[in-house]
Structures are given as structure tokens and as C-alpha cells.
């Protein structure tokens, strides 16, 4: 899952909150979503694999979901 959020500073603490409860892997990176061609409108993903509890982060979507949405972002899936 990747959780997508406007600012790279929000993104960051994110990743760092849900790696502190368990969540792997909690990479940030810097992207181009499809249609934008500007760097400066690039978002920050956090992905995320699998949940504290051993299984994929998927299954915990609507938790995700509510953290991206008080950062001003959205959960989509790698796939």
C-alpha cells in the first residue's frame, strides 16, 4: 500500500510513527503520479507492506486510510 500525502515533512513523520508500531517496510520517496509533469507537483509515498501484526498492509486499509486523510492524502495499492 502506498499512502500519498502532498508534504515530504508529514510523510517523514508518518513513517516514522507506523515504523515505531511495526510497519514494514516505511519507505518515503518522492513521485511522479501519472498525469503530472512538474517536479514540483510530485508527491511523497509512503509505502507500506506489512502490518505490525504479520499481515499485508491491505488488510488494513480503512486505519491507513484515516491517516492519510488527516495528512490531506490518500492510500492507493502498489499493484
Do not use: Q, Y
Amino acid at each position: 500500500m502506498l499512502l500519498v500525502l502532498p508534504d515530504r515533512d508529514e510523510a517523514e513523520r508518518l513513517a516514522a510513527e507506523l515504523t515505531a508500531l511495526g510497519w514494514r517496510p516505511c519507505a518515503v520517496h518522492k513521485e511522479l503520479l501519472a498525469g503530472e509533469d512538474d517536479a514540483e507537483d510530485a508527491d511523497w509515498l509512503v509505502e507500506l507492506a506489512t502490518a505490525p501484526d504479520g499481515t499485508p498492509a491491505a488488510a488494513h486499509e480503512e486505519f491507513l486510510i484515516e491517516l492519510a486523510d488527516r495528512a490531506e492524502g490518500f492510500v492507493t495499492s502498489i499493484n
